[in-house]
Nanobody, 127 residues
């Protein structure tokens, strides 16, 4: 089992950057594929970015590719989401998630495949 705690959210202006962090408990972080999802008010949760447990493979929602970068530091049990050129439509609660994936290169983009979720961190982007 793993516990996830997100941090780094806040209120920024359009065009600014933020880096979200997700710290995982336990000593088996490197066995989990990780992902970031977000949920805006009145909308369904949507996939944002994912990274394989090896860290060598990544995937992104088409709306954030080129602006967002997911990375992980297995030594620090942490996954990051660097968000640049933020837009008002990026406003949402951002969640990280962990999937005990066997394949070291697989990225997981479907929320229902993740077993563990953090509590979320709010990101608000003003025009």
């Amino acid at each position: 089992q793993v516990q996830l705690v997100e941090s780094g959210g806040g209120l920024v202006q359009a065009g600014d950057s933020l880096r979200l962090s997700c710290a995982a408990s336990g000593r088996t972080f490197s066995t989990y594929a990780m992902g970031w999802f977000r949920q805006a008010p009145g909308k369904e949760r949507e996939f944002v970015a994912a990274i394989s447990k090896s860290g060598g493979d990544t995937g992104y929602h088409h709306g954030v590719g080129g602006r967002f970068t997911i990375s992980r530091d297995n030594a620090k049990n942490t996954v990051y989401l660097q968000m640049n050129s933020l837009k008002p439509e990026d406003t949402a609660v951002y969640y990280c998630a962990a999937d005990p994936e066997r394949n070291p290169h697989r990225i997981v983009t479907v929320g229902s495949e993740y077993d563990y979720w953090g509590q979320g961190t709010q990101v608000t982007v003003s025009p």
